[in-house]
């Protein structure tokens, strides 16, 4: 938080200290300013981007968001899409105006606690300016109706993401800036909040997003309406909608909290029971590290489209086992419901952690891929990167994640995957910690030499200090952004020790060292 200079007033008599006075008054009036004695503010206008280090114009300032509430409407046919948005915000400033992030779609409308608000467009910027100045500390609900054919952005690397045409519908991802192609927003991960979405779509189809299915109707029309809702905090990259053609299954998975004498919490003291909001108590009584009960068993709801569907069943099938035994290396699951989306090939180049329900091609669903995709949900979805320089923590702890995985349950030691990566030039193009570019933030680095940061923590500190870091650190920062300087001091406070040596040649260091 800034902190504003305040103006001191002296009070003077006489005739002269009246107009003087008088004067000031009027200019501050004409300026569209008001004075403290009327109880009114003197806003300025909220940042247009965040400085993040590689996408500087990426979200806004002056507020952060609380609560989005999307109704959206499609049609493949035309590839238009209709949508309210309705952003539940808190101010972190006095502001006389704020900038949403919007791709290409026209704004109809817009308004601010339900009084008209004016809007104008600069390239991706939306910037409203309310009737009302806001204050510092108020609670306020932006409203914007919108719509157009949203268009995908072709990342620095080139890939494309955001709202993605399928034969008869569409997939939307939104790694790093996708999401602002079809709902206005702070789009940086480092504003999280929670989401209520309302998706209609042609007879036929279905249309699939994160969190928990809440409704679903058919119209008069005999269009199709589902509701979907995300009550724990999600960056806007993480959201998803997928619309076509799909078959849906439903499943549990259990054993997704830890046992009452079992997992540490950040403080290093065990999880103990406590009642749920409506009396009842998780059947092992145990509790997240905020003190709400842990869900002993998460629903799992996955969706293939029809031509993958048979030939996806039985991995889609392994999701609650992955998921439990997941929850019993990292800590409880962070999230109130699970799954998967898989989509036919040709149109999505990659697989993406969506929360709660990670989206693939189906040529990329593969136990591996679906092992890193889940483990995301830990390390990325719930603990999110502070910016996109922070990165590797999601990617490195994914992969490692992977190599815990296959050392549990399939014989092959993390060390064989170290010794892989270690002799591969192109994990050393750059530390993993600094990307030169935001063309790089994908590349092999952030994955495998992160991992690596990991494997090489490990070793150092020995198994025991390892396993409470891993399960400690999504709970110190559950739901919440997170730094690489974070992490670093994390660890060291977990192991009770520098580790200035680790770091300077693994996650920062230029060169391959000599000896692993």
């Known amino acids: 938080m800034t902190q504003r200079n305040r103006t001191d007033r002296h009070h003077r008599t006489g005739a002269a200290a009246g107009g003087l006075a008088a004067a000031l008054t009027a200019l501050a009036l004409l300026a569209g300013g008001c004075t403290e004695a009327t109880g009114g503010v003197r806003g300025t206008p909220g940042a247009a981007g965040l400085r993040d280090p590689y996408f500087p114009k990426l979200g806004?300032?002056?507020?952060d968001v609380d609560r989005y509430a999307l109704t959206l409407a499609y049609d493949p046919g035309t590839g238009r899409l209709d949508g309210t948005a309705e952003i539940t915000a808190r101010a972190t400033q006095d502001l006389s105006a704020f900038n949403?992030?919007?791709a290409g779609l026209t704004v109809d409308r817009a308004s601010?606690?339900?009084?008209?608000?004016?809007?104008?467009?600069a390239g991706n910027e939306l910037t409203l300016r309310p009737r009302e100045e806001i204050r510092e500390g108020a609670e306020f609900r932006t409203t914007v109706v919108y719509g157009g054919v949203p268009e995908p952005i072709t990342d620095a690397d080139g890939s494309e993401e955001g709202w993605l045409r399928t034969a008869d519908g569409v997939v939307a991802v939104g790694e790093p800036a996708g999401s602002m192609t079809w709902f206005p927003g702070n789009h940086h991960p480092s504003d999280k909040a929670v989401?209520?979405?309302?998706l209609t779509v042609p007879a036929g189809l279905e249309g699939i997003s994160n969190g928990t299915r809440t409704g679903r109707r058919t119209g008069a029309d005999g269009r199709v309406t589902t509701e979907w809702r995300t009550t724990e905090p999600m960056a806007s990259y993480l959201a998803t909608v997928a619309i076509g053609r799909y078959e849906t299954t439903t499943a549990v998975a259990k054993g997704t909290a830890p046992k009452a004498t079992g997992a540490p919490t950040a403080t290093g003291a065990p999880t103990t029971g406590s009642p749920a909001p409506d009396g009842s108590t998780t059947p092992d009584g145990s509790t997240t590290p905020d003190g709400s009960p842990a869900p002993a068993a998460v629903p799992v709801l996955t969706?293939?489209?029809r031509p993958v569907a048979a030939r996806t069943a039985a991995l889609r099938g392994e999701i609650p086992e992955i998921i439990a035994r997941q929850a019993r290396r990292f800590g409880p699951y962070p999230f109130s419901s699970a799954g998967a989306i898989v989509t036919v090939d040709g149109t999505l180049g990659y697989a993406l952690e969506t929360q709660t329900r990670p989206v693939f091609p189906a040529a990329s669903f593969d136990r591996t891929t679906l092992v890193h995709e889940l483990a995301h949900q830990w390390f990325g979805n719930s603990v999110s990167?502070?910016?996109?320089?922070?990165l590797w923590l999601n990617e490195g702890f994914a992969t490692y994640a992977e190599w815990l995985y296959t050392e549990e349950y399939e014989g092959v030691p993390a060390r064989t995957h170290f010794e892989r990566a270690l002799a591969q030039?192109?994990?050393w193009a750059f530390p993993p910690a600094a990307p030169p570019a935001a063309e790089n933030l994908f590349d092999p680095p952030v994955y495998q030499r992160g991992a690596m940061v990991l494997y090489k923590l490990r070793e150092t500190v020995g198994d025991r200090t390892f396993d409470e870091i891993?399960?400690?650190?999504?709970a110190k920062y559950r739901h919440a952004n997170a730094s690489t300087d974070d992490f670093t001091a994390y660890a060291e406070s977990v192991a009770g020790r520098d580790l200035d040596q680790l770091w300077d040649v693994w996650l920062y260091g230029e060169e391959k060292p000599d000896a692993p």
Request: aromatic share 10%; charged share 25%.
């Open 303 to 305: 969706a293939a489209e």
């Open 195 to 198: 989401y209520e979405l309302r």
């Open 425 to 427: 030039e192109a994990n």
């Open 60 to 63: 806004n300032g002056g507020y």
């Open 112 to 121: 601010v606690d339900g009084a008209p608000a004016s809007v104008n467009r």
């Open 470 to 474: 891993l399960r400690g650190w999504p």
């Open 100 to 102: 949403l992030d919007l």
């Open 385 to 390: 990167p502070a910016s996109w320089r922070d």
